[in-house]
Protein backbone atom coordinates (compact mmCIF):
# COMPACT_ATOMS: atom_id res chain seq x y z
CA UNK A 1 0.00 0.00 0.00
CA UNK A 2 1.40 3.55 -0.82
CA UNK A 3 2.06 5.39 1.87
CA UNK A 4 0.81 9.13 1.27
CA UNK A 5 0.45 12.57 3.26
CA UNK A 6 -1.87 14.22 0.72
CA UNK A 7 -3.63 16.98 3.11
CA UNK A 8 -1.44 16.29 6.22
CA UNK A 9 0.42 18.74 7.94
CA UNK A 10 3.50 17.54 9.53
CA UNK A 11 6.43 19.56 11.45
CA UNK A 12 9.89 18.66 11.74
CA UNK A 13 12.25 20.50 14.37
CA UNK A 14 15.81 20.83 13.62
CA UNK A 15 15.24 20.12 9.15
CA UNK A 16 17.70 22.45 8.38
CA UNK A 17 20.51 19.65 7.78
CA UNK A 18 21.05 16.12 8.36
CA UNK A 19 18.25 13.46 9.77
CA UNK A 20 15.87 16.14 9.52
CA UNK A 21 16.12 17.32 6.56
CA UNK A 22 15.92 14.32 4.84
CA UNK A 23 12.57 13.78 7.20
CA UNK A 24 11.23 16.51 5.71
CA UNK A 25 11.98 16.32 2.53
CA UNK A 26 10.71 12.34 2.43
CA UNK A 27 7.64 13.97 4.14
CA UNK A 28 7.30 16.23 1.43
CA UNK A 29 7.40 14.26 -1.42
CA UNK A 30 5.01 12.39 -0.05
CA UNK A 31 2.27 15.15 -0.22
CA UNK A 32 2.78 16.79 3.50
CA UNK A 33 3.00 20.22 4.06
CA UNK A 34 5.90 20.54 6.10
CA UNK A 35 6.77 23.33 8.65
CA UNK A 36 10.76 23.09 8.51
CA UNK A 37 12.17 23.83 12.13
CA UNK A 38 15.28 25.08 11.99
CA UNK A 39 16.87 28.27 13.78
CA UNK A 40 20.41 27.38 12.05
CA UNK A 41 22.85 27.15 14.82
CA UNK A 42 25.66 25.48 15.76
CA UNK A 43 25.67 21.92 17.09
CA UNK A 44 26.41 22.83 20.25
CA UNK A 45 23.45 25.23 19.98
CA UNK A 46 24.78 28.57 19.22
CA UNK A 47 24.54 31.16 16.80
CA UNK A 48 21.65 30.81 14.07
CA UNK A 49 21.10 31.40 10.41
CA UNK A 50 17.45 31.91 8.72
CA UNK A 51 18.82 30.29 5.76
CA UNK A 52 19.59 26.80 6.92
CA UNK A 53 15.24 26.14 6.67
CA UNK A 54 15.04 28.19 3.96
CA UNK A 55 17.06 26.44 1.98
CA UNK A 56 15.28 23.31 2.38
CA UNK A 57 12.43 25.21 1.85
CA UNK A 58 13.34 25.93 -1.44
CA UNK A 59 14.54 22.94 -2.09
CA UNK A 60 10.94 21.00 -1.50
CA UNK A 61 9.06 23.64 -3.31
CA UNK A 62 11.30 23.52 -6.13
CA UNK A 63 10.54 19.30 -6.27
CA UNK A 64 6.69 20.68 -6.41
CA UNK A 65 5.83 20.85 -2.46
CA UNK A 66 4.49 22.50 -0.07
CA UNK A 67 7.12 24.18 3.17
CA UNK A 68 7.41 27.12 5.31
CA UNK A 69 10.02 27.72 7.15
CA UNK A 70 10.16 28.45 10.98
CA UNK A 71 13.42 29.44 13.14
CA UNK A 72 12.18 29.42 16.49
CA UNK A 73 14.15 27.32 19.00
CA UNK A 74 12.68 24.65 20.35
CA UNK A 75 14.45 24.74 24.08
CA UNK A 76 11.57 27.83 25.35
CA UNK A 77 8.05 27.12 25.47
CA UNK A 78 7.06 30.20 23.98
CA UNK A 79 9.38 29.96 21.16
CA UNK A 80 8.54 25.95 21.18
CA UNK A 81 4.80 27.21 20.61
CA UNK A 82 5.30 29.60 17.94
CA UNK A 83 6.26 26.55 15.92
CA UNK A 84 3.03 24.94 16.21
CA UNK A 85 1.25 28.39 15.93
CA UNK A 86 3.53 28.52 11.87
CA UNK A 87 1.22 25.21 11.44
CA UNK A 88 -1.70 26.51 12.71
CA UNK A 89 -1.53 30.21 10.64
CA UNK A 90 -0.39 28.69 7.37
CA UNK A 91 -2.34 25.15 6.97
CA UNK A 92 -5.19 25.18 9.84
CA UNK A 93 -4.17 22.01 11.32
CA UNK A 94 -1.74 19.54 11.85
CA UNK A 95 -1.13 15.85 11.85
CA UNK A 96 1.92 14.76 12.57
CA UNK A 97 4.69 16.11 14.91
CA UNK A 98 8.91 14.85 14.11
CA UNK A 99 10.49 15.75 17.52
CA UNK A 100 14.18 15.43 16.01
CA UNK A 101 15.45 18.85 17.05
CA UNK A 102 18.90 18.52 19.25
CA UNK A 103 22.55 19.34 20.05
CA UNK A 104 26.13 18.20 21.20
CA UNK A 105 28.04 19.28 23.85
CA UNK A 106 30.46 16.00 24.71
CA UNK A 107 32.52 16.11 27.33
CA UNK A 108 33.36 13.46 30.04
CA UNK A 109 31.02 13.73 32.95
CA UNK A 110 34.10 14.90 35.41
CA UNK A 111 35.01 17.32 33.13
CA UNK A 112 31.29 18.90 31.78
CA UNK A 113 29.58 21.88 33.18
CA UNK A 114 26.14 21.80 34.41
CA UNK A 115 25.35 24.50 32.16
CA UNK A 116 26.27 21.97 29.70
CA UNK A 117 24.08 19.61 31.01
CA UNK A 118 21.36 21.36 31.35
CA UNK A 119 21.17 23.07 27.88
CA UNK A 120 21.52 19.86 26.54
CA UNK A 121 18.63 18.67 28.05
CA UNK A 122 16.30 21.60 27.74
CA UNK A 123 16.85 21.11 23.65
CA UNK A 124 16.31 17.19 23.68
CA UNK A 125 14.44 16.62 26.81
CA UNK A 126 12.23 19.93 27.37
CA UNK A 127 12.74 20.92 23.61
CA UNK A 128 10.19 17.71 22.86
CA UNK A 129 8.27 18.53 25.95
CA UNK A 130 7.40 22.05 24.99
CA UNK A 131 6.78 20.91 21.10
CA UNK A 132 4.75 17.57 22.25
CA UNK A 133 2.62 19.64 25.04
CA UNK A 134 1.83 22.72 21.91
CA UNK A 135 0.72 20.25 19.98
CA UNK A 136 -1.19 17.69 22.14
CA UNK A 137 -4.62 19.77 22.71
CA UNK A 138 -5.05 20.34 18.66
CA UNK A 139 -4.72 16.44 18.38
CA UNK A 140 -6.68 15.93 21.23
CA UNK A 141 -8.93 18.19 19.91
CA UNK A 142 -9.24 16.53 16.41
CA UNK A 143 -8.80 12.76 17.60
CA UNK A 144 -6.06 12.03 15.48
CA UNK A 145 -2.35 12.65 15.62
CA UNK A 146 1.35 11.50 15.25
CA UNK A 147 4.32 12.11 17.95
CA UNK A 148 7.90 10.81 16.52
CA UNK A 149 10.15 11.58 19.38
CA UNK A 150 14.14 11.05 18.75
CA UNK A 151 16.12 8.85 21.31
CA UNK A 152 19.23 7.57 20.92
CA UNK A 153 22.10 4.30 21.70
CA UNK A 154 24.12 6.78 23.84
CA UNK A 155 21.17 6.55 26.57
CA UNK A 156 19.68 2.76 25.98
CA UNK A 157 22.99 1.23 25.47
CA UNK A 158 25.89 4.07 26.36
CA UNK A 159 28.38 6.45 24.82
CA UNK A 160 31.50 7.35 26.71
CA UNK A 161 31.53 10.81 27.07
CA UNK A 162 27.65 11.59 26.46
CA UNK A 163 25.78 11.71 29.81
CA UNK A 164 23.83 14.56 29.24
CA UNK A 165 22.64 13.44 25.71
CA UNK A 166 22.25 10.36 26.80
CA UNK A 167 19.76 10.94 29.90
CA UNK A 168 17.99 13.34 27.67
CA UNK A 169 17.27 10.65 25.15
CA UNK A 170 16.24 8.23 27.28
CA UNK A 171 14.04 11.22 29.02
CA UNK A 172 12.13 10.74 26.00
CA UNK A 173 11.38 7.23 26.04
CA UNK A 174 9.61 7.80 29.09
CA UNK A 175 7.21 10.62 28.16
CA UNK A 176 5.98 8.30 25.61
CA UNK A 177 5.68 5.26 27.62
CA UNK A 178 3.28 7.57 29.57
CA UNK A 179 1.46 9.66 26.45
CA UNK A 180 1.06 6.14 24.68
CA UNK A 181 -1.26 5.71 27.18
CA UNK A 182 -3.07 8.82 27.40
CA UNK A 183 -3.15 9.64 23.55
CA UNK A 184 -4.36 5.83 22.44
CA UNK A 185 -8.33 6.94 22.72
CA UNK A 186 -7.69 10.09 21.26
CA UNK A 187 -5.81 8.02 18.18
CA UNK A 188 -2.58 10.02 19.07
CA UNK A 189 0.26 7.64 18.29
CA UNK A 190 3.15 8.54 19.71
CA UNK A 191 6.61 6.64 19.16
CA UNK A 192 10.70 6.99 18.96
CA UNK A 193 13.10 6.73 16.75
CA UNK A 194 16.75 5.74 17.67
CA UNK A 195 18.70 7.07 14.28
CA UNK A 196 22.36 6.26 13.81
CA UNK A 197 23.52 8.34 10.58
CA UNK A 198 26.39 10.01 8.96
CA UNK A 199 25.69 13.64 9.92
CA UNK A 200 27.73 16.95 10.98
CA UNK A 201 26.92 15.30 14.40
CA UNK A 202 28.25 12.26 14.17
CA UNK A 203 30.57 13.09 11.56
CA UNK A 204 33.47 12.31 13.70
CA UNK A 205 32.09 9.33 15.52
CA UNK A 206 31.45 7.00 13.55
CA UNK A 207 34.19 4.51 11.84
CA UNK A 208 35.65 5.46 8.89
CA UNK A 209 34.67 2.11 7.10
CA UNK A 210 30.83 2.63 7.91
CA UNK A 211 30.49 6.30 7.18
CA UNK A 212 29.49 5.82 3.42
CA UNK A 213 27.06 3.11 4.38
CA UNK A 214 25.27 6.17 7.33
CA UNK A 215 23.46 8.12 4.83
CA UNK A 216 20.60 10.13 7.01
CA UNK A 217 17.96 9.11 4.22
CA UNK A 218 17.91 5.59 5.22
CA UNK A 219 16.52 6.68 8.86
CA UNK A 220 13.44 8.71 7.16
CA UNK A 221 11.27 5.44 6.12
CA UNK A 222 10.62 4.60 9.37
CA UNK A 223 9.88 8.13 11.23
CA UNK A 224 7.56 9.15 7.85
CA UNK A 225 5.65 5.50 8.49
CA UNK A 226 5.84 6.49 12.16
CA UNK A 227 4.27 9.77 11.59
CA UNK A 228 1.98 8.39 8.86
CA UNK A 229 -1.89 6.79 8.86
CA UNK A 230 -0.50 3.34 8.33
CA UNK A 231 1.26 3.33 11.87
CA UNK A 232 -0.82 0.83 13.77
CA UNK A 233 1.86 1.01 16.81
CA UNK A 234 2.33 2.93 20.13
CA UNK A 235 5.40 3.50 22.42
CA UNK A 236 7.73 1.87 20.10
CA UNK A 237 11.14 2.53 19.94
CA UNK A 238 12.58 1.50 16.04
CA UNK A 239 16.37 2.04 15.56
CA UNK A 240 17.75 2.45 12.60
CA UNK A 241 21.18 2.46 10.22
CA UNK A 242 22.16 2.16 6.86
CA UNK A 243 19.04 0.69 5.77
CA UNK A 244 18.66 -2.04 8.60
CA UNK A 245 15.66 -1.45 11.01
CA UNK A 246 14.80 -3.30 13.89
CA UNK A 247 12.45 -2.54 17.16
CA UNK A 248 14.25 -2.32 20.92
CA UNK A 249 12.56 -3.40 23.76
CA UNK A 250 13.60 -3.40 27.54
CA UNK A 251 13.07 -7.08 29.17
CA UNK A 252 12.57 -8.10 32.86
CA UNK A 253 14.06 -11.36 34.19
CA UNK A 254 11.51 -13.82 35.70
CA UNK A 255 13.08 -13.38 38.91
CA UNK A 256 12.69 -14.30 42.52
CA UNK A 257 9.57 -13.86 44.32
CA UNK A 258 9.97 -14.06 48.45
CA UNK A 259 6.91 -14.07 50.27
CA UNK A 260 5.58 -10.69 50.98
CA UNK A 261 4.20 -11.97 54.65
CA UNK A 262 7.28 -12.55 55.80
CA UNK A 263 10.97 -10.73 56.00
CA UNK A 264 13.44 -10.30 53.37
CA UNK A 265 17.06 -9.89 54.10
CA UNK A 266 19.80 -8.72 52.78
CA UNK A 267 21.02 -12.15 52.98
CA UNK A 268 18.41 -13.63 51.13
CA UNK A 269 18.70 -11.08 48.14
CA UNK A 270 22.14 -11.69 47.75
CA UNK A 271 21.92 -15.11 47.69
CA UNK A 272 19.44 -14.46 45.27
CA UNK A 273 20.58 -12.19 42.80
CA UNK A 274 22.28 -14.75 40.56
CA UNK A 275 18.79 -16.48 39.44
CA UNK A 276 17.36 -12.79 39.88
CA UNK A 277 19.65 -11.61 37.11
CA UNK A 278 19.11 -14.78 34.92
CA UNK A 279 17.38 -13.52 31.84
CA UNK A 280 16.25 -16.65 30.92
CA UNK A 281 12.33 -16.56 30.41
CA UNK A 282 12.76 -12.89 30.15
CA UNK A 283 9.40 -10.94 29.03
CA UNK A 284 9.27 -7.81 27.69
CA UNK A 285 8.45 -4.94 30.68
CA UNK A 286 5.11 -4.33 29.92
CA UNK A 287 4.35 -7.69 31.35
CA UNK A 288 5.72 -7.00 34.68
CA UNK A 289 2.72 -6.43 36.24
CA UNK A 290 1.02 -9.50 34.81
CA UNK A 291 3.93 -11.27 36.06
CA UNK A 292 3.79 -10.15 40.25
CA UNK A 293 -0.18 -10.27 40.10
CA UNK A 294 0.72 -14.17 38.88
CA UNK A 295 3.76 -14.50 41.55
CA UNK A 296 1.77 -13.76 44.36
CA UNK A 297 -1.46 -15.70 43.53
CA UNK A 298 0.80 -18.89 43.17
CA UNK A 299 1.87 -17.97 46.91
CA UNK A 300 -1.69 -18.04 47.67
CA UNK A 301 -1.58 -14.00 48.51
CA UNK A 302 -4.29 -12.83 45.58
CA UNK A 303 -7.55 -14.53 45.13
Known sequence: MTVRFD??????????????????????????????????GAVDG???????????VAEIRAAGG?????????????????????????????????????ILRDKAFQNMSL?????????HYMGTVYCTKAAWPIMRERRYGRI??????SGTIGNFGQSNYGAAKMAVNGLINVLRLEGSRYNILCNAISPS???RMTEDLLPEAMRVYMKPELVSPAVAWMASENCNVTGQIVAAAAGGYSVVQYFQSEGVQFDPDQPVTLEMFDEAFPKISDMTGAAPLGRNRTRLEERLRALGRLG
Open 7 to 40: DRVAIVTGAGAGLGKQHALLLASRGAKVVVNDPG
Open 46 to 56: KGGANAVADEV
Open 66 to 102: EAVANYNSVADAKSAQGIIDTAMNTWGRLDALVNNAG
Open 115 to 123: EDFEFCSQV
Open 148 to 153: VVTTSG
Open 197 to 199: ART
